[in-house]
């Protein structure tokens, strides 16, 4: 093994950036587990959005819009300001940590439906800047399924959808 390199992971987040911010809103792009058209199912789209507003309505996170795709999800949310039931149950209230409880959770949900992995290892995310347009970025989130030819119009698809009203 001397002299072996072992290819070393891409670093996706930005360094040295505040996660725990409740200032920025965040684009997060999360994948399943080798693309696979999981939601496709209504049930496990049903599912994700039940645990999104959830975690929304217990205050861990504002949720502007979604989008549930067959094989990814789009979020633009932020994260609640002093959430003291995510700091005592995950450590630090950040981003990767809300995440993190995110997904497992609702992969403890699809493997009632015989999927043993739901989600990629990684996220993406995008930490708007304060010079980028909410609503531009909401609307390339819901108009996902349109450019993918899934529907006509975002309104006709079951799994977009604006939650809270974007902070403009």
């Given amino acids: 093994m001397e002299g072996r390199r072992f290819k070393q992971r891409k670093h996706i987040h930005l360094r040295n950036f505040d996660y725990s911010s409740h200032e920025h809103a965040f684009f997060v792009t999360i994948c399943t587990a080798d693309k696979q058209p999981y939601f496709r199912s209504p049930d496990i789209c049903r599912a994700v959005t039940q645990d999104l507003e959830l975690r929304r309505s217990r205050k861990e996170i504002r949720l502007f819009c979604y989008c549930i795709m067959p094989d990814h999800l789009h979020i633009l949310i ?4 002093n959430d003291t039931k995510m700091k005592g149950a995950f450590g630090e209230h ?3 940590n809300w995440v993190s409880s995110f997904k497992r959770y609702t992969a403890k949900i699809a493997k009632t439906y ?6 990629q290892t990684n996220f993406f995310d ?8 909410l609503v531009e970025i909401c609307s390339y989130i819901l108009n996902n399924p349109v450019r993918k030819g899934l ?3 975002w309104e006709e698809y079951p799994y977009a ?4 009203d974007l902070p403009v």
């Fill in 78 to 81: 932020s994260l609640a300001e």
């Fill in 94 to 96: 950040t981003l990767q």
């Fill in 114 to 119: 015989g999927i043993q992995h739901l989600w």
């Fill in 126 to 133: 995008h930490v708007v800047r304060r010079s980028e347009s």
């Fill in 151 to 153: 529907v006509s119009t």
């Fill in 161 to 164: 959808k604006i939650v809270d």
